[in-house]
Structure formats: structure tokens, C-alpha cells
């Protein structure tokens, strides 16, 4: 007793209108001598499995679960109306990239097991509600994407079809043709029983009326020969295609969106701004919470933006005991340094427009001219009105909080040079809007100061090494580094022209992602 052949797939219930407008208006006797039963019989279907792919990522990116709040531009493919699993699906890819950002604290919210363990159990053959979906996927695609050269199978379909799956049908039960058929498949026996069902699903869609005719002569043709295969036209829809990089984009975009607030009720009694990033994620997570693949733990999202600067008009010390202001020490220009020691401005430029809302503070009777991450040196040391924020720029700087009965060093003499110290009595806000620039200046040295109102403030941004980029490239995620360095590999001869040929070793060395990850 033979094994029968897989079951295939039921004739086409619709016609799909339209052909490739170059060959549109091409008659059936044209077509039958230009290509004949020949072409019909060995069109390919590689294009369509890669397009039936493409569709499925684009169903899964339109899913309502997903689709405002992480790809709210993309176009709306046909979805089933039954396929609720896609958004599912859909929704736990989202949180597998959530799982793997290093960003704004989301990555606690998101289990990446739970959520691979997800989408490995949807994307499987063994999910009848998949396989449907590649299926009709497949089957809407077919007659566009199957083709050889400029011919596509919908050119026969359109085209007299019963006529076409009769001749067809003739071609495939020739024992010429079963004879050269079994003797490939002795060399490649995966690609001959997809070829013969590709063959088997052509007959169906033209006539399927002849589809007996043609199982019935290949069960006699291949008696012992049992297909050890399925006919697998979903290999572009499964879970192996799919990782923490499928929406890795699209979240990375969706979380460092930000709203900003007023917080005026501080321990301080200083007013500053309060970011909240990827609000509409945080929603999203709360309202999906039910998600086995959501862990529940809201992000860590709100924070500060550390700007180091001061206003325009601040005005600059210089060695002869003179002022300038900050916007107008140029590069080379000598300024006084810590204790009185003279430095040079930098090459590098520290003009900041700013993007967002900013408070400047001032001190005592001085207006505000300062952001709260900027350093002063006091009696006691270096501070700022926030010191996390200033910690972010300068890791290695000890910085405690400045705060009122804090004696900040302000120059007293530039012959012989000489501090005093001023106590803190009263701090001042001004909040500015975003356009506004605000200025620092760089030195050739590390870790030295300046004096801006003959206070002395720290010297922000110190050189930055090739350890120093590949240092913060560390704190980024291997899923990060993976989509920076795809998006970087395009244009790293620009950069490399642009910056130098020392660029392409920091990137490699900080950005591409290790073999143990």
C-alpha cells in the first residue's frame, strides 16, 4: 500500500486582476508561442516564499496591538480577520527588543524569554492558524511572483487557464518526464518533491479538475518513494527569521520619544525639568500588562538631560585680568585656568542650541547664567545643583551638591592670584526656551577650570580617548550594538573619509557585538 502525497492546497476561490504592464496586453496564442507549456512548467516560486515573508512582516507591523504605538507610518496589509494571534505575536516581538534596549530603565519590563518563547511557539508549522495565514499569504502572491523572467503564472491563470492545467497536466504525466524527474531526484531529493508540488499546486490553480489525473500517475511513478517532506512555503513566515532585531527600530525611536514637565516642588527648592521618555510605551505596557511576556515593573523613564553651560554674555576671565564673553573665546585664545594657571581654548566647539525647556540659576545678586549640572569648586570641593547630572559628563569628578552656606572660590586678584570665598545666600531660576544656546568652553588639558563671574567652574567634556568611546559603547546592549553597527556599516567610509581612519578601529572595537553574546 503507497503513502498518498501531502493534501494541497484548495483552487483558487478569487482571481487577482493586473499583470506586469510590459507584457500586459500579450495574447494567449502569443503567449503559447513565445513560451508554451515550457515556461508554465519551470517557473519558480523563490520569489513568492520572499514576498510572502515581506507580507507577514508587514501584517505583524500593522497589528492594532502594535502598530500606533511603535509603527504608526506603516501602510495596512490584508489581515484576516480571524488572525488575532498575529498581534499577539506581533506584540511579543515588540517587548523581546523592549528586553534587550538599554534604555531608560524599559528593558526590566519585558521578560526576553517569555517573549522568544512566544513567538517560537506561534511561528511553527504545528500552529494550524499559521500555516492558514501562509497559506493565503501564498496563495495571493502566486500569481504576481511566480515566474520566468518577464512571464508570470498569472499571465496563464488570466489567460485561458483550464487550457493552460490541461497541458500542464499532459507535461507532467509523460514517463519522459517521470524518468527525468527520479533521476534528479537522486541528487537532490529536497528540491525535487518541492518542485514537484509547486508543480502539483500550478495544476490545482489552473484546472483543478486535472488534479487526479496528475496524483494518480505519480503515486504509480513513485511507489517507494515516500515524500520525506512536506511542501514547506512558509520558511520566510517562521520564528527563525524573527528576533530582538525584528522591532528593535521602531522601539528604540518609540522609547526616546519624550514629554517634558515643570517640577517645581524639589528637595532644593530649585525648579528643573523632568523628561519622560517613551510615554505612549509605558501605556502601552500597562495596558497589556496581562501579556505572559510583560513582567509587570514599570521603566524607569523619567530623568534629567545634563546641559553643562552658560548663558551668553557670561563673561570669561583672561590672563591679563580682562573679561570676554564665553560665545567669543576662540579657538587657541588663552584663558585663565585653575589657580590662576594660564590654558587655551580647545578645537573643540561647545556652542549647545538647546532642544528643550532649560532652568539657568544664579547665585547671590548675579542673574542666572548657569545650568544645574555645571561644576563650581567651593571650599569643599567640586559641586553642582545636581550632581548626578554632572556625574554623567565627568564619572571620574567627586561632585557633591551645591546648595545656600556652600562658599563658593571666586578670583579676588589676578596680581599676585587669589580666591576668596563667597558664601551662597540665595539661589535664583529662570527658565529659558528651547532655541536657546548656551555655551562652555574646552581646554587642551584634562580636569582643569575657568572662571565665569571670576567663579571657578570645571572644564566639561575632557578629550575623549579611543577607550572613551569604546567604554560607552559598553553600556550599550548587544542588541543595540547589532542595529548601530547595521546602520553604520554603509556609511563608515564617509565617516572614516570624514573623521579619519582611526574611526573604523573605535567602532569595531566598541560597537560590533561579541561572540559570547
Given at each position: 500500500?503507497?503513502?498518498?502525497?501531502?493534501?494541497?492546497?484548495?483552487?483558487?476561490?478569487?482571481?487577482?486582476p493586473g499583470s506586469p504592464p510590459d507584457i500586459n496586453d500579450i495574447t494567449a496564442r502569443e503567449l503559447d508561442r513565445l513560451w508554451g507549456v515550457q515556461c508554465l512548467l519551470t517557473m519558480d516560486d523563490?520569489?513568492?516564499?520572499?514576498?510572502?515573508?515581506?507580507?507577514?512582516?508587514?501584517?505583524?507591523?500593522?497589528?492594532?496591538?502594535?502598530?500606533?504605538?511603535?509603527?504608526?507610518?506603516?501602510?495596512?496589509?490584508?489581515?484576516?480577520?480571524?488572525?488575532?494571534?498575529?498581534?499577539?505575536?506581533?506584540?511579543?516581538?515588540?517587548?523581546?527588543?523592549?528586553?534587550?534596549?538599554?534604555?531608560?530603565?524599559?528593558?526590566?519590563?519585558?521578560?526576553?524569554?517569555?517573549?522568544?518563547?512566544?513567538?517560537?511557539?506561534?511561528?511553527?508549522?504545528?500552529?494550524?492558524?499559521?500555516?492558514?495565514?501562509?497559506?493565503?499569504?501564498?496563495?495571493?502572491?502566486f500569481p504576481a511572483h511566480c515566474a520566468t523572467g518577464l512571464v508570470t503564472f498569472g499571465h496563464f491563470l488570466h489567460r485561458d487557464p483550464l487550457k493552460w492545467g490541461h497541458r500542464l497536466a499532459d507535461?507532467?504525466?509523460?514517463?519522459?518526464?517521470?524518468?527525468?524527474?527520479?533521476?534528479?531526484?537522486?541528487?537532490?531529493?529536497?528540491?525535487?518533491?518541492?518542485?514537484?508540488?509547486?508543480?502539483?499546486?500550478?495544476?490545482?490553480?489552473?484546472?483543478?479538475?486535472?488534479?487526479?489525473?496528475?496524483?494518480?500517475?505519480?503515486?504509480?511513478?513513485?511507489?517507494?518513494?515516500?515524500?520525506?517532506?512536506?511542501?514547506?512555503?512558509?520558511?520566510?513566515?517562521?520564528?527563525?527569521?524573527?528576533?530582538?532585531?525584528?522591532?528593535?527600530?521602531?522601539?528604540?525611536?518609540?522609547?526616546?520619544?519624550?514629554?517634558?514637565?515643570?517640577?517645581?516642588?524639589?528637595?532644593?527648592?530649585?525648579?528643573?525639568?523632568?523628561?519622560?521618555?517613551?510615554?505612549?510605551?509605558?501605556?502601552?505596557?500597562?495596558?497589556?500588562?496581562?501579556?505572559?511576556?510583560?513582567?509587570?515593573?514599570?521603566?524607569?523613564?523619567?530623568?534629567?538631560?545634563?546641559?553643562?553651560?552658560?548663558?551668553?554674555?557670561?563673561?570669561?576671565?583672561?590672563?591679563?585680568?580682562?573679561?570676554?564673553?564665553?560665545?567669543?573665546?576662540?579657538?587657541?585664545?588663552?584663558?585663565?585656568?585653575?589657580?590662576?594657571?594660564?590654558?587655551?581654548?580647545?578645537?573643540?566647539?561647545?556652542?549647545?542650541?538647546?532642544?528643550?525647556?532649560?532652568?539657568?540659576?544664579?547665585?547671590?545678586?548675579?542673574?542666572?547664567?548657569?545650568?544645574?549640572?555645571?561644576?563650581?569648586?567651593?571650599?569643599?570641593?567640586?559641586?553642582?545643583?545636581?550632581?548626578?547630572?554632572?556625574?554623567?559628563?565627568?564619572?571620574?569628578?567627586?561632585?557633591?551638591?551645591?546648595?545656600?552656606?556652600?562658599?563658593?572660590?571666586?578670583?579676588?586678584?589676578?596680581?599676585?592670584?587669589?580666591?576668596?570665598?563667597?558664601?551662597?545666600?540665595?539661589?535664583?531660576?529662570?527658565?529659558?526656551?528651547?532655541?536657546?544656546?548656551?555655551?562652555?568652553?574646552?581646554?587642551?588639558?584634562?580636569?582643569?577650570?575657568?572662571?565665569?563671574?571670576?567663579?571657578?567652574?570645571?572644564?566639561?567634556?575632557?578629550?575623549?580617548?579611543?577607550?572613551?568611546?569604546?567604554?560607552?559603547?559598553?553600556?550599550?546592549?548587544?542588541?543595540?550594538?547589532?542595529?548601530?553597527?547595521?546602520?553604520?556599516?554603509?556609511?563608515?567610509?564617509?565617516?572614516?573619509?570624514?573623521?579619519?581612519?582611526?574611526?573604523?578601529?573605535?567602532?569595531?572595537?566598541?560597537?560590533?557585538?561579541?561572540?559570547?553574546?
Amino acid at each position: 500500500m503507497t503513502r498518498p502525497l501531502p493534501p494541497f492546497f484548495p483552487p483558487d476561490p478569487f482571481r487577482l486582476p493586473g499583470s506586469p504592464p510590459d507584457i500586459n496586453d500579450i495574447t494567449a496564442r502569443e503567449l503559447d508561442r513565445l513560451w508554451g507549456v515550457q515556461c508554465l512548467l519551470t517557473m519558480d516560486d523563490k520569489d513568492v516564499r520572499v514576498k510572502t515573508g515581506e507580507r507577514f512582516v508587514a501584517q505583524l507591523q500593522h497589528a492594532s496591538t502594535v502598530r500606533e504605538v511603535f509603527l504608526p507610518l506603516t501602510k495596512a496589509p490584508e489581515t484576516p480577520a480571524d488572525a488575532a494571534w498575529v498581534g499577539d505575536t506581533a506584540a511579543a516581538l515588540a517587548a523581546w527588543a523592549l528586553s534587550q534596549t538599554s534604555q531608560h530603565g524599559f528593558a526590566r519590563t519585558a521578560n526576553r524569554n517569555a517573549a522568544r518563547a512566544f513567538v517560537h511557539a506561534k511561528l511553527t508549522p504545528d500552529n494550524k492558524a499559521f500555516v492558514a495565514l501562509a497559506q493565503s499569504n501564498y496563495h495571493q502572491l502566486f500569481p504576481a511572483h511566480c515566474a520566468t523572467g518577464l512571464v508570470t503564472f498569472g499571465h496563464f491563470l488570466h489567460r485561458d487557464p483550464l487550457k493552460w492545467g490541461h497541458r500542464l497536466a499532459d507535461a507532467l504525466t509523460t514517463d519522459e518526464y517521470l524518468r527525468k524527474e527520479l533521476l534528479r531526484m537522486t541528487g537532490d531529493p529536497h528540491g525535487f518533491w518541492q518542485r514537484l508540488y509547486l508543480n502539483f499546486y500550478k495544476v490545482t490553480r489552473l484546472s483543478p479538475q486535472e488534479s487526479d489525473r496528475v496524483h494518480d500517475f505519480w503515486r504509480q511513478g513513485l511507489q517507494g518513494h515516500a515524500p520525506p517532506t512536506q511542501w514547506n512555503i512558509y520558511q520566510y513566515m517562521q520564528a527563525g527569521r524573527f528576533s530582538s532585531q525584528t522591532f528593535m527600530p521602531e522601539v528604540q525611536a518609540a522609547i526616546n520619544i519624550k514629554t517634558t514637565r515643570a517640577q517645581l516642588d524639589t528637595p532644593r527648592g530649585m525648579p528643573y525639568w523632568v523628561y519622560t521618555f517613551g510615554p505612549k510605551v509605558a501605556a502601552w505596557l500597562h495596558r497589556h500588562r496581562s501579556y505572559p511576556f510583560l513582567t509587570g515593573t514599570s521603566p524607569a523613564n523619567k530623568a534629567r538631560r545634563p546641559v553643562k553651560c552658560f548663558r551668553e554674555g557670561s563673561p570669561v576671565l583672561l590672563p591679563d585680568g580682562s573679561t570676554k564673553n564665553i560665545e567669543k573665546i576662540a579657538e587657541g585664545e588663552p584663558v585663565t585656568g585653575l589657580y590662576g594657571t594660564p590654558e587655551r581654548r580647545s578645537a573643540q566647539q561647545m556652542a549647545s542650541p538647546l532642544t528643550d525647556h532649560e532652568f539657568l540659576y544664579g547665585i547671590n545678586d548675579y542673574a542666572p547664567f548657569f545650568t544645574a549640572s555645571h561644576p563650581f569648586l567651593t571650599t569643599d570641593g567640586w559641586k553642582a545643583l545636581d550632581p548626578a547630572l554632572a556625574m554623567q559628563v565627568n564619572p571620574g569628578m567627586e561632585i557633591g551638591e551645591l546648595g545656600t552656606g556652600d562658599h563658593l572660590l571666586q578670583v579676588a586678584s589676578t596680581q599676585p592670584f587669589s580666591y576668596r570665598a563667597v558664601e551662597i545666600q540665595r539661589l535664583s531660576s529662570e527658565a529659558v526656551p528651547p532655541g536657546t544656546t548656551v555655551h562652555s568652553l574646552h581646554l587642551h588639558r584634562e580636569k582643569q577650570g575657568y572662571h565665569v563671574h571670576g567663579f571657578c567652574v570645571a572644564v566639561h567634556h575632557p578629550e575623549h580617548t579611543e577607550d572613551t568611546f569604546v567604554q560607552a559603547f559598553t553600556r550599550l546592549s548587544a542588541s543595540e550594538r547589532t542595529l548601530l553597527t547595521r546602520h553604520l556599516r554603509p556609511v563608515l567610509p564617509l565617516l572614516t573619509a570624514a573623521l579619519g581612519h582611526f574611526v573604523e578601529p573605535v567602532l569595531r572595537r566598541g560597537v560590533l557585538p561579541r561572540a559570547s553574546e
